[in-house]
């Protein structure tokens, strides 16, 4: 009775330690990659394989866990770099880069300190790039300095089982005093523009302005062609009505009918009066004393008239008193001021 607690105690240590000893044996064969890492198995120091991720058995103290890569796509940042440019400017610039592992047995064994690798390998490309370009360039053809860094430390890490994704220049940030002759050049330039801007507007101005007096002057031009032609038409026409009234004036003297002539110096008396009294440098009208000539020859007008549409012959009209004035005098009548 005495030696049965004794044996109790033994087995359950024991049971004990064959738990916990198949608790480790299972804990150390047994491995959970997690999504997106992969997990590099070492058999006594040495690579033999690499676990995906899902559920993974090794065997245990024999292999054993060597690096847990992450292979999802990474971002390194780019610390600010000191760069000459070919034409002796200096700037500062740093930048970001991304990269993935593709092989996790070359990214943990092939290089050592992945990171600080692939850091270095920037630096060193972008200040190559960079130096040999000029501060206009460089300032303009930032997709071009990436593209450049990026093909060449992609090519360079080819053999480390990453893959340089995209590397991205951030910033370039010339000195302050190369800041301000930039903007007062830039300054310059606009005004320089702003000046020809304003030279060819007052050209075309000129121009324009140009080609409107030419047009103005041609419809002028037509204009006065066109009235001298109406004009000269006009006159024709004057002329011909005065041929056809002189030539009617002539039958009608040839056929005996003397009022036809008395019509014609009394249109000519009357005209040349009108003539004398609309004169602009007369004060003074002189008009003859031989009115009754004037209001005979009106009468004639009036017999011819008649004469024409058929009507009987009127009375000759009477003299005026005035017509025993004698004919060599005259009477004197201010001209009214205009």
Do not use: C
């Not at 033994?10 to 198949?22: P, R």
């Not at 047994?30 to 899902?54: A, D």
């Not at 304003?198 to 066109?226: D, F, P, T, V, W």
């Not at 004060?283 to 003859?288: E, F, G, K, T």
Request: proline share 5%; no cysteine.
């Amino acid at each position: 009775m005495n030696g049965f607690p004794m044996d109790f105690g033994l087995g359950s240590i024991l049971v004990v330690v064959a738990v916990f000893v198949a608790i480790v044996v299972l804990a150390s064969t047994v491995k959970i990659v997690p999504q997106g890492y992969n997990y590099t198995v070492e058999n006594f120091g040495r690579y033999v394989r690499t676990l995906t991720p899902g559920l993974n058995i090794i065997m245990p103290f024999v292999e054993r866990i060597g690096h847990k890569m992450n292979m999802m796509e990474q971002v390194l940042d780019v610390p600010t770099q000191e760069v000459i440019t070919r034409d002796n400017a200096s700037v500062a610039a740093d930048g970001v880069a991304f990269y993935q592992i593709l092989d996790a047995s070359s990214a943990a064994y092939e290089v050592s300190n992945l990171q600080y690798a692939i850091l270095n390998l920037v630096m060193t490309n972008l200040r190559s790039v960079m130096g040999s370009m000029d501060l206009d360039d460089l300032l303009s053809n930032r997709d071009t300095i990436s593209e450049r860094i990026l093909r060449v430390v992609d090519q360079a890490a080819h053999g480390w089982g990453i893959k340089i994704t995209r590397i991205e220049i951030k910033d370039i940030n010339p000195p302050k005093n190369l800041v301000d002759s930039m903007a007062r050049q830039m300054m310059a330039e606009r005004e320089k523009r702003a000046e020809i801007l304003e030279a060819e507007g007052a050209r075309n101005a000129k121009i324009l302005r140009a080609e409107g007096e030419k047009q103005s002057q041609i419809l002028e031009a037509e204009g006065k062609r066109e009235a001298a032609f109406r004009e000269a038409e006009a006159r024709e026409r004057l002329a011909e009505a005065e041929a056809k009234a002189t030539q009617l004036v002539s039958e009608a003297i040839a056929a005996g009918d003397v009022q036809a002539i008395n019509y014609f110096v009394a249109q000519k008396y009357t005209e040349a009066l009108a003539k004398l009294a609309g004169a602009p440098n007369q004060r003074v009208i002189l008009m003859p004393l031989e009115a009754s000539s004037l209001i005979g020859s009106i009468g004639g007008i009036a017999e011819l008239a008649k004469a024409s549409f058929g009507d009987a012959p009127a009375p000759p009209a009477p003299r005026s008193p005035a017509a025993s004035v004698p004919r060599t005098g005259g009477v004197v009548y201010p001209k009214p001021e205009a």
